[in-house]
């Protein structure tokens, strides 16, 4: 009895043993799969670069989905924009809003900025970050309220040194509402329903609502280490393995679920643009658009001067199509456009009915007026460059201004041509007459009657036309 006793106290012991062993082993099991992301996960990292247009919101919405159809872990979007239209900036919020998979927005490179509509995106997103020297804000939509203007300074009076120094301190501080001025209705309009969009998203996301407002009013920004403190987003990471580290653990929600967040370790997948978009991101600039324009018209004005030529016409036709497809998908004025049609057809038209200038300046500034408000938006990247404007108005002018001085040439010349080149000429008589006779001239004959009776061979001169008879005066012997 005694060796069973002990026999079953020895196997109890080992039964504790082996459970203290699992229950210290299991945390350590658990902690090395915590530290190791599974081979088959993997980030997408997705690069915004420059203006925001059509093109880019396209690129990023379908690789958005391209990212959720693969069951990436996490979306990494790269920015680095100056802001851009505020269409497409809302189609990229939209699919971040509706996105299962979390998008995390990293301003970087160091150097890099996301103003303007960068701001709304990187508030929209589920986690914001920001490289060192980096830095967002002024988001004003200067596109209707135009550049927030500066109050005229006030001439300091004896005794201001200590009112000065307060304002100076003051200023330091973000604007409140009240002390933006309001403008016009207009302005009030869109910079109430820029900051109700930017606050919804702030509050969404749990950021700085009263910040995002004074970007939206003030057009205040922020640098990297400032907009941590003031809690416009979450981290600051140096590249994107440290941006994966700092967001390893983090609990998010998309898509109506939480999610935990094991990025350590995670391989990273880029999407580059394919052709297509970039041939989009190309036509879709502004300054591209307008140039593919005015090549298609004007080739299309030599293939008709010259019919046959054939080249001028194909690349005419080709540049004015695709112009127009780039000028479709960007938010154009057709004010502008109309300006510029008639500018042209006016300086076309200098050209069969010379004005001594009038019509090629007016076509001239048409045309100039046209383009600078072709497009609504003056986001920063997104409209005409104005030194291409000044060149072709610059060429413009001198085109206009070379007709002028050869219509005004042509003017002072004596008639080369018609009736009025036969004035004066001399006449032979073909044969004697005393009224009625014929007469030869420039080697034609025509009929002619005189002042005097004419001897055959002798010659006369013309001074009238009438119809087909020349009246002519004997010359003296």
């Not at 994107?240 to 990025?263: C, H």
């Not at 199509?321 to 300006?339: D, K, P, R, S």
């Amino acid at each position: 009895m005694g060796g069973v006793r002990s026999g079953r106290i020895a196997s109890r012991r080992l039964a504790q043993w082996l459970a203290v062993v699992l229950l210290i082993a299991s945390p350590v099991s658990s902690r090395g799969t915590e530290a190791v992301a599974p081979a088959d996960r993997f980030a997408t990292l997705i690069e915004l670069n420059g203006p925001i247009g059509p093109a880019m919101s396209r690129y990023f919405e379908r690789s958005l989905l391209d990212a959720g159809s693969a069951h990436s872990t996490v979306v990494i979007l790269q920015m680095d924009t100056p802001g851009g239209l505020d269409t497409s900036m809302r189609d990229i919020i939209k699919a971040i809003l509706a996105s299962p998979v979390p998008v995390v927005t990293y301003v970087a490179p160091s150097g890099a900025r996301a103003a303007s509509a960068g701001t709304y995106i990187l508030y929209a997103s589920h986690f914001a970050a920001m490289a060192p020297a980096t830095n967002l804000g002024a988001a004003t939509p200067i596109s209707i309220g135009g550049e927030p203007g500066t109050p005229p300074a006030t001439p300091a009076k004896p005794g201001d040194d200590k009112q000065q120094d307060e304002k100076k301190q003051d200023h330091k501080k973000q604007k409140s509402p009240e002390e933006i001025p309001a403008g016009s209705a207009s302005e009030r309009k869109a910079v109430n329903d820029a900051v109700a969009y930017i606050r919804s998203l702030a509050q969404l996301r749990g950021r700085n609502a009263d910040w995002a407002e004074a970007a939206v009013r003030g057009a205040a920004s922020l640098s990297a280490n400032d907009a941590l403190e003031q809690h416009v987003i979450e981290m600051v990471a140096k590249d994107v393995p440290d941006l994966l580290q700092q967001l390893q653990g983090r609990k998010v929600k998309a898509a109506d679920r939480e999610i935990l967040l094991e990025t350590r370790g995670l391989a990273v997948q880029s999407i580059v643009p394919d052709w297509r978009t970039r041939v989009l991101l190309v036509l879709t600039h502004p300054t591209i658009a307008y140039g593919l324009l005015l090549i298609g018209i004007y080739g299309l004005l030599l293939e008709g001067y010259n019919p046959g030529a054939v080249l001028p016409g194909v690349v005419g036709a080709l540049s004015l199509l695709l112009g127009l497809y780039g000028l479709q998908l960007l938010a154009v004025n057709y004010a502008g456009l109309a300006l510029m049609a008639l500018g042209i057809g006016l300086i076309v038209t200098e050209f069969f009915m010379p004005a001594f200038g009038s019509l090629g300046v007016g076509g001239l500034t048409a045309f100039v007026v046209g383009s600078i408000i072709l497009f609504d938006n003056h986001a920063s990247g997104m409209r005409v460059a104005l030194p291409l404007i000044a060149g072709i108005a610059v060429a413009g002018g001198l085109v206009v201004v070379i007709i002028g001085w050869l219509a005004a040439r042509a003017r002072g010349r004596p008639p080369s041509t018609g009736v009025e080149t036969m004035i004066g000429a001399l006449v032979e008589a073909v044969s004697d007459c005393q009224d009625q006779c014929v007469v030869r001239y420039g080697g034609e004959l025509w009929n002619a009657r005189t002042a005097g009776p004419l001897r055959a061979g002798q010659q006369a001169r013309i001074i009238k036309v009438v119809g087909l008879t020349l009246w002519v005066e004997p010359e003296p012997h």
